[in-house]
């Protein structure tokens, strides 16, 4: 049996994008404690209600919240595949809505429907892509939205992908 090497998913490019696409982007993310309490950290985040579940139970939430920039950055994170693997630049987050709150536990998935599609007028490497991002939990419950634009380069424009190096695979495995 010869080997027939198939190349993944690259993203998409500039003229992959048609207004009204709609992608629900592959991969869910279950919230730790962890993740929480180092976003928190980092940003040096002073809020106990994210990282004090004594304080937090006295909330009406009755436990800690995670922290909505760490949402916003997960959200976004899940849309790279589908909307932004081969960004030029990102343009701007607008809008940005938290309907629900995310707790420690919440899984997390979402999806992107694409706004606006339009010719970059300083850039012709490049286009720009307009999305409108949800978040969602694993009970379907909205927990974040938001518009994101950014300019996308173009087919055969931009950095090329690198590809990795090929295993050294023992001929006892092949």
């Not at 009406?60 to 922290?67: F, T």
């Not at 969602?136 to 909205?142: K, P, S, W």
């Amino acid at each position: 049996m010869s080997e027939h090497l198939v190349p993944g998913w690259d993203g998409r490019y500039f003229e992959d994008f048609h207004e009204g696409d709609v992608y629900r982007h592959p991969l869910g993310r279950t919230v730790t404690t962890t993740d929480n309490s180092w976003l928190t950290l980092l940003t040096q985040n002073t809020a106990p209600l994210h990282f004090d579940a004594h304080y937090a139970s006295q909330t009406s939430w009755g436990r800690p919240l995670v922290d909505s920039t760490f949402t916003l950055a997960l959200v976004t994170g899940q849309s790279v595949t589908d909307v932004s693997q081969h960004v030029f630049a990102n343009l701007g987050w607008d809008e940005v809505r938290l309907p629900a709150p995310v707790f420690e536990g919440d899984t997390i998935y979402s999806q992107s429907t694409v706004l606006l599609v339009r010719d970059s007028k300083s850039h012709p490497e490049a286009g720009i892509v307009k999305v409108a991002t949800i978040g969602y939990n694993e009970r379907g419950t909205v927990v974040i939205s938001f518009l994101r634009t950014l300019m996308v380069f173009r087919r055969g424009h931009g950095p090329a992908p690198v590809p990795a190096p090929a295993p050294q695979v023992p001929q006892a495995n092949r």
